[in-house]
């Protein structure tokens, strides 16, 4: 069996307590470097179908099929001159025991009692999902670069932050490695606040890994973080 652990974290907890500047870690020891080889400030999201919001499309009813726009999904309903009427599926329901009967399949509204009038057929649709984000001031900096982020979700909000995230991470050239701080505790997933002038780098970073290693016949532990730009 396989127990789920879910844990929530108050705000500012995930930030470290600490700072790295310059005297805080050894001498050399930053070794932080920007990798632009996933740089991307122009960034296509695409995913599953979404279900989009009740569209209302005009209708003239005669005796003919009346093309949909869409193929509609579920609730469908139909209103002319104001009075809503009655809705079967064509080749489940038989002629002439609805007003109209539907074929969503072929996107086509079929007359049956109803034969005359206008009005609206009220519907959703699915559509995929396709978005474009931008970052300008990283297209400023470095250019356009272009990239297509598929992800697995029929959830337009869901596929709109995932798009965020990476393009908060990858519109900057990422940065990694590792530092040695003199002292502190620290834990993986924390963000730290590092401010290093001489690699021009002012800003959180993630701690991705810590290890510590005790020094033999020495009373000191040797601190060891791995760092990268973090996620949003």
Same mark, same amino acid.
């Given at each position: 069996?396989? /127990?789920?652990?879910?844990?929530?974290?108050?705000?500012?907890?995930?930030?470290?307590?600490?700072?790295?500047?310059?005297?805080?870690?050894?001498?050399?020891?930053?070794?932080?470097?920007?990798?632009?080889?996933?740089? /991307?400030?122009?960034?296509?999201?695409?995913?599953?179908?979404?279900?989009? %919001?009740?569209?209302?499309?005009?209708?003239? /009813?005669?005796?003919?099929?009346?093309?949909?726009?869409?193929?509609?999904?579920?609730?469908?309903?139909?209103?002319?001159?104001?009075?809503?009427?009655?809705?079967?599926?064509?080749?489940?329901?038989?002629?002439?025991?609805?007003?109209?009967?539907?074929?969503?399949?072929?996107?086509?509204?079929?007359?049956?009692?109803?034969?005359?009038?206008?009005?609206?057929?009220?519907?959703?649709?699915?559509?995929?999902?396709?978005?474009?984000?931008?970052?300008?001031?990283?297209?400023?900096?470095?250019?356009?670069?272009?990239?297509?982020?598929? /992800?697995?979700?029929?959830?337009? %909000?869901?596929?709109?932050?995932?798009?965020? @995230?990476?393009?908060?991470?990858?519109?900057?050239?990422?940065?990694?490695?590792?530092?040695?701080?003199?002292?502190?505790?620290?834990?993986?997933?924390?963000?730290? &606040?590092?401010?290093?002038?001489? &690699?021009?780098? %002012?800003?959180?970073?993630?701690?991705?890994?810590?290890?510590?290693?005790?020094?033999?016949?020495?009373? @000191?532990?040797?601190?060891? &973080?791995?760092?990268?730009?973090?996620?949003?």
């Amino acid at each position: 069996m396989t /127990v789920l652990s879910i844990h929530f974290f108050p705000i500012g907890s995930r930030i470290s307590k600490y700072t790295l500047r310059p005297g805080q870690y050894k001498k050399g020891s930053a070794k932080l470097t920007p990798d632009s080889r996933q740089l /991307v400030n122009r960034l296509w999201v695409k995913g599953g179908k979404a279900l989009s %919001d009740v569209y209302s499309q005009a209708i003239t /009813v005669g005796t003919d099929p009346i093309p949909l726009h869409y193929p509609p999904r579920a609730p469908v309903t139909v209103a002319i001159g104001g009075e809503s009427k009655t809705l079967g599926i064509q080749n489940i329901h038989e002629a002439g025991s609805h007003d109209f009967l539907l074929n969503a399949a072929e996107k086509l509204l079929i007359p049956d009692q109803c034969t005359t009038g206008t009005g609206t057929i009220s519907y959703k649709y699915e559509y995929p999902i396709k978005i474009l984000l931008e970052e300008p001031n990283s297209q400023l900096q470095y250019g356009v670069f272009e990239d297509i982020l598929t /992800v697995d979700t029929d959830d337009k %909000d869901l596929a709109l932050e995932l798009g965020y @995230r990476h393009l908060f991470k990858y519109s900057q050239p990422v940065i990694s490695g590792g530092i040695e701080p003199f002292e502190g505790v620290y834990k993986p997933g924390e963000y730290i &606040l590092t401010q290093i002038p001489a &690699l021009n780098i %002012d800003q959180y970073l993630e701690i991705k890994d810590v290890t510590y290693d005790s020094i033999p016949g020495q009373a @000191r532990v040797d601190i060891k &973080l791995q760092l990268e730009s973090p996620d949003r």
